[in-house]
């Protein structure tokens, strides 16, 4: 799987209060959680982003509570991929199971705001088109990269086990 898209560019420990507000998780409605995605870090996040667009972030990306709304708001906005220094293991395993696909790479620090991206999953290399650098993540074992592609944990256990 190959994805490429414009960077949105965020620091470290984004909890997931920033990517998510707790007020708005009454509602599992993916397209008004998607709506209210970023908005105290960047208020207009929702209503820039494009489909296919990828969050860069440093270290500790999704700390916080264990709230499975953030990964659903950032992939209802249309993000491709999530790529980060390091991730909250269980914003980590919240991804996995809604099949966000998110990547760990110390090549962050060479990616600015507005960049585009090319990340190759099969090959575990990112390349920014915006300056020509290429960097290197360890890719995912083969069976999450199955449930990421099926959509999540959930359709990935349908597919295999429910015929």
């Not at 490429?4 to 993916?30: E, M, P, Q």
């Not at 207009?44 to 440093?58: E, L, M, P």
């Amino acid at each position: 799987m190959i994805v490429k898209g414009k960077v949105w560019k965020f620091g470290d420990h984004i909890n997931t209060d920033d990517i998510i507000a707790a007020r708005y998780l009454n509602t599992t409605d993916v397209k008004e959680l998607a709506s209210h995605c970023m908005e105290s870090i960047f208020p207009d996040f929702s209503r820039k982003v494009s489909i296919n667009d990828i969050i860069v972030a440093g270290e500790n990306f999704g700390c916080g509570s264990s709230r499975e709304h953030a990964p659903i708001a950032i992939k209802g906005c249309g993000i491709s991929v999530v790529v980060a220094k390091s991730f909250a293991r269980i914003f980590f395993r919240n991804a996995i199971n809604i099949g966000l696909p998110i990547v760990e790479t110390d090549f962050v620090d060479k990616i600015s705001q507005s960049d585009i991206l090319e990340v190759n999953f099969d090959t575990g290399t990112i390349v920014n088109l915006t300056t020509g650098e290429k960097g290197n993540f360890i890719k995912y074992p083969e069976f999450l990269q199955e449930i990421v592609k099926s959509g999540g944990l959930m359709s990935w256990a349908k597919e295999k086990y429910i015929k």
